[in-house]
């Protein structure tokens, strides 16, 4: 089966304080990981893929195979980070559909 | 560049009734799917349509369906409404149809529909 999990709803940090929110999937092939962020009032959008291996807002995640995960890491979080983030895995070959977690939110307090 | 447009942005409905919604896809994009997220959770694949067609569908019975015209613009309709169906319903489209790197998803902002 094909499955996202974000263990945490909420994750609450000071300003500052290092970030690691978690993402585990479960795919037999091998997928694509995202990581897609919804700030307050804003849609969806795409913050970073594992295939550019980018850094993007500061933010990285790293595809570990052996473990199924893809886990967002930021080492000093900023107010500006609140927001919704979701991980989502898309299939190899086939059409366009991603798989999304739960989503988890980040607070980042002053 | 035009981003994904949907309207309405918020709907009341009655159980049993029917609803539509409308998409306009990112300029220059092909290929739209639709999402449904209810409260809490992700969003979870409705379909996708390409060329017009419907080319992908999700775990949705039949009473979701779907339109493509030949602009791009799409049209999600939910016929005989359930208290279940209320739910965030997300349009998004891409360059093609098919599962590459560097097809991003883009979304738009969402219809919420309530049903009441």
């Known amino acids: 089966a094909q499955r996202v999990t974000q263990p945490e709803k909420l994750l609450s ?40 291996r980018e850094s ?50 980040l607070a980042v307090h002053p | ?43 979870q694949f409705i379909f996708q349509y390409y060329r017009e067609e419907e080319n992908g569908r999700g775990n949705f019975p039949p009473r979701f369906s779907g339109l493509q015209f030949p602009n791009y613009s799409s049209e999600l309709n939910v016929n005989a409404l359930e208290l279940d169906d209320s739910a965030l319903y997300l349009c998004a489209s891409s360059l093609g149809p098919r599962a590459a790197s560097g097809n991003t998803i883009y979304f738009g902002e969402g219809s919420w529909l309530t049903v009441v």
Not at chain 1, 68 to 96: I, V, W
């Open chain 1, 56 to 105: 993007i807002k500061g933010f990285t995640a790293d595809l570990n195979k052996g473990e199924t995960s893809f886990h967002l890491k930021k080492p000093f979080a900023q107010e500006e980070d609140s927001a919704m983030y979701y991980c989502a895995l898309r299939g190899a070959g086939g059409y366009n559909k991603l798989i999304f977690g739960a989503g988890t939110r």
């Open chain 2, 1 to 43: 560049e035009t981003g994904v447009t949907q309207s309405p942005t918020h709907l009341i409905k009655t159980r049993g009734q029917q609803v539509t919604l409308r998409c306009s896809s990112q300029s220059g994009h092909n290929t739209v799917s639709w999402y449904q997220q209810a409260l809490g959770q992700g969003p």
């Open chain 1, 13 to 52: 940090v000071f300003k500052g304080a290092p970030v690691e929110l978690k993402c585990n999937y479960s795919y037999s092939g091998s997928p694509e990981l995202f990581w897609y962020v919804q700030y307050s009032r804003q849609r969806l959008q795409l913050l970073l893929r594992h295939i550019s």
